[in-house]
């Protein structure tokens, strides 16, 4: 799920990232740190990532995952 809101000049950028649950740690931050840097390029972006197993993956509340990652 990705969701971003603008409050002034800030844009909140929220994003619930699914991997396969055997994925290590150090590959998940990498992840995460590629997608913070692309979401910077935004003046004034915080983003926010929750990572979460595949096999525990909740969705997004409208029953879809948007964004799944190996």
């Known amino acids: 799920m990705i969701c971003a809101r ?3 000049g800030v844009l909140f950028v929220d994003l619930h990232l699914v991997m396969n649950g055997e994925t290590s740690v150090a590959r998940a931050h990498a992840l995460c740190d590629k997608i913070e840097a692309a979401a910077a390029a935004e003046p004034g972006a915080q983003t926010l990532i929750h990572v979460e197993p595949e096999n525990e993956a909740k969705g997004t509340g409208r029953g879809r995952v948007v ?3 190996g």
């Open 67 to 69: 964004y799944r990652a």
């Open 6 to 8: 603008r409050a002034g």
